[in-house]
């Protein structure tokens, strides 16, 4: 037997194809009548649109939204919200334009109402990651938390093939450090292993076809329970390797995920048999790592650190940073074998641990 604790977020969702219609009724639902809708630079004229069909409900738009969440870009954005008098924030986009809203949510109470366009999953967590004269800060309240989430499968179609399979796998590896994290719970492990089969069944479909509903309706399914789990439970050694690297080396978000999970998942394998038993099952393969390997490889993602641009030299520092304050992890985290992991992941070996097998 297992004692654990579970603790339910609490946000309404609403899933399915054509949601967006439904949107002036979520505003209104919440008693609101003047929300600003955000967006980033590429997908200002999305905004404008959602703007036009929220008609009185909608008093501007705020499209300068940018990754990592720069407090400037953040504080003209709580002054646009305070000019029109907007009474919430709808925000359309990925993790960059979730994070956004958030940030206006803590500075100003305004509720949210979150339409996410890629399987970052920032929108069912409480959590927030913030740069300041390049320093990211992450911190963790119950008003960044957004009110509601309207997932519209037809608002990922247009999601490119690249983002498509590395914002998955940036959404598996919620799941798979949920599945032995330290707060670990039998509810939230469902969601993992079934967000991590969702993904595992639909990426390869979409990589092929970027138009299948079906599969886009499973991706998008699989990374709100992977976004779940990032929310619910705390996360450990392949998240603070991910932190370090985009924040320190200023390397891609989604894409240093889908290079560094293999590594990490292999790293934790002897401390977690358990996690890897069920992500494996999850992926349809024998090994946990080479799984996640394989299925990056057949989805043409990106498979090293050299591929993003780092360079061999940086990686002594990016395993003392890594090492530094490290967050909680089943495997103890030795600055050695981390650095061997990263060398590992700069050269795009398999993951150690692991026989290699077919991969495209
Ligand atoms: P992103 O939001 O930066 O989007 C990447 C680009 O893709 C942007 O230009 C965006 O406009 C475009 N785009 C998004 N959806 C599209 C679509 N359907 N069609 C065409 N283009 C589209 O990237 P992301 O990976 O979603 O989010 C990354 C950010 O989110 C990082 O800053 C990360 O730290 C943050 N994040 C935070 C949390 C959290 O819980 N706080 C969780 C996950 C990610």
């Known amino acids: 037997m297992q004692d654990f604790v579970y603790t339910g977020l609490a946000m ?73 008098g907007a009474d919430c924030t709808v925000a359309v986009g ?22 996410p366009t890629t399987y970052a999953g920032s929108e069912m967590t409480p959590i927030l990651g ?15 938390l957004p009110e509601v ?9 247009t999601l490119p093939a690249g983002l498509t399979a590395t914002s998955g796998m940036n959404a598996i590896a919620h799941a798979v450090e949920a599945l032995y994290a330290q707060d670990r719970n039998p509810i939230v492990s469902l969601m993992a292993e079934e967000g991590i089969a969702a993904l595992a069944r639909a990426l390869p479909r979409l990589v092929a076809a970027a138009d299948d509903r079906e599969a886009r309706s499973d991706a998008l399914y699989g990374a709100w329970l992977c976004g779940l789990c990032l929310g619910s439970v705390g996360m450990a050694l392949h998240h603070k390797l991910c932190h370090t690297l985009g924040g320190s080396f200023d390397l891609p978000h989604a894409e240093t995920h889908t290079v560094v999970l293999p590594y990490a998942t292999a790293y934790n394998a002897p401390a977690a048999p358990d996690a890897m038993a069920r992500i494996a099952r999850a992926l349809g393969s024998t090994d946990a790592a080479t799984g996640l390997w394989d299925l990056a490889g057949r989805l043409g993602a990106p498979r090293s650190l050299h591929a993003l641009g780092l360079p061999e ?18 495997r103890p985290i030795e600055r050695d074998a981390i650095r061997s ?12 641990g692991a026989e290699p097998c077919a991969a495209a």
């Open 149 to 157: 989430v309207l997932y519209d499968v037809d608002l990922t179609l």
């Open 313 to 330: 030299s940086a990686l002594d520092r990016a395993a003392d940073l890594a090492t530094a304050n490290p967050y909680w992890n089943p």
């Open 130 to 144: 913030q740069t300041e004269g390049g320093l990211k800060t992450t911190q963790r309240s119950p008003k960044i």
């Open 341 to 352: 992991l990263l060398a590992q992941a700069w050269a795009g070996d398999v993951p150690r």
């Open 12 to 84: 309404r969702v609403v899933f399915g194809s054509g949601t967006m219609a439904r949107l002036p009724e979520e505003v209104k639902g919440l008693g609101r009548s003047r929300a600003l809708v955000l967006s980033t630079p590429p997908q200002a004229a999305q905004a404008e649109a959602l703007a036009a069909s929220l008609g009185d409900l909608a008093v501007g738009t705020f499209t300068a939204a940018a990754m990592h969440t720069p407090t400037d870009v953040t504080a003209r954005a709580v002054a646009k919200a305070r000019e029109v």
């Open 94 to 115: 990925g993790g960059s334009t979730t994070g956004l809203g958030k940030a206006i949510a803590l500075a100003t109470d305004l509720d949210q109402i979150v339409v």
